[in-house]
């Protein structure tokens, strides 16, 4: 095995609501080659991203070279991915691939400022799968819960706060400092958009 992989960050799983709030990045070591990192604003750090959801559209939008754009939307909202000539693998998915179709995608998190000023954030796919939609489903429950225990560890830590001869000195706090610092989007939000994830299984469902 090597040292790639045996350093290779956990793939959070995150809403597209909650993966679009996360233009704050940043590296914990001046090291070139240390891992970029998105802060979540569940107050958590994403490496990586394992999202799954409908490619709706894909599109070749290079110049000199194939560059391709997929738009894949889960229940909260909508992810953008782009993948190249360093992404050939994911790339001839996306060129291959006749939307609409569930795909299960790893990348990492890229955001870029646009000229006014505001900071968008994509995904650059190390692999895409088609899948079906049993994987699709499982892994908005599994998404849920992952939401559901970054929210809940946020809520904790914020009324340690107020209560600072009990504070924590848990692995994981400095993000949510970081969190409430750098973002004003309250959790809150995103406890709502995972029951209207979990709605929408309910929905498809339902009996006609």
Not at 5 to 27: G, H, I, M, P, Q
């Amino acid at each position: 095995m090597s040292q790639a992989e045996l350093t290779r960050e956990v793939a959070r799983r995150v809403f597209a609501s909650e993966f679009n709030d996360s233009t704050y990045t940043f590296k914990e070591s001046d090291d070139e080659r240390a891992p970029n990192y998105a802060l979540l604003p569940t107050g958590d750090r994403a490496n990586r991203a394992f999202i799954v959801g409908t490619l709706t559209e894909t599109e070749d939008v290079g110049d000199e070279s194939e560059y391709w754009r997929g738009r894949v939307v889960d229940p909260t909202g909508t992810f953008f991915v782009y993948a190249g000539q360093y992404q050939p693998e994911a790339a001839a998915v996306l060129r291959d691939t006749e939307p609409p179709a569930y795909v299960a995608i790893v990348g990492k998190p890229r955001t870029y400022e646009t000229e006014d000023g505001s900071v968008n954030v994509s995904v650059r796919p190390e692999s895409i799968s088609i899948v079906d939609d049993a994987t699709r489903n499982r892994w908005v429950v599994e998404t849920a819960e992952r939401t559901i225990e970054r929210i809940e560890a946020f809520e904790e830590w914020e009324a340690e706060q107020e209560a600072p001869e009990s504070a924590s000195t848990a692995p994981g706090n400095e993000y949510a400092q970081m969190a409430r610092e750098r973002y004003d989007s309250p959790v809150e939000n995103y406890r709502r958009d995972v029951i209207q994830a979990l709605e929408s299984l309910e929905d498809l469902e339902a009996p006609a």
